[in-house]
């Protein structure tokens, strides 16, 4: 008995000038940007703070050290080494 009517009230579909987004969802929308655009900022900072800490031999290397696995150490003496010479700089 019931199944008729649920499947009669099921296909009606509201017309199309009922149907609006809303300020709630205008709102919600603002509001995860706001947060994404908060967290992006907040993971750079984070990760200055890190590099910062691993320049300062924090995590156990010293800080005048170059660390042949750390590829910034690698392109900064690649880079001393062929200063204005106009070659390539070979790649890791």
């Given at each position: 008995m019931s199944?008729?009517?649920?499947?009669?009230?099921?296909?009606?579909?509201?017309?199309?000038?009922?149907?609006?987004?809303?300020?709630?969802?205008a709102v919600v929308l603002g509001s995860l940007l706001l947060a994404v655009v908060f967290l992006g900022f907040s993971l750079v900072k984070q990760l200055r703070k890190a590099q910062a800490a691993e320049d300062a031999g924090v995590y156990g290397n010293a800080p005048d050290e170059a660390d042949p696995n750390n590829a910034n150490d690698a392109d900064s003496a690649n880079n001393a080494n062929n200063a204005d010479n106009g070659e390539p700089h070979p790649t890791t």
């Open positions: 199944l008729p009517l649920l499947t009669t009230l099921a296909n009606q579909a509201p017309e199309a000038e009922d149907v609006t987004a809303g300020w709630i969802a």
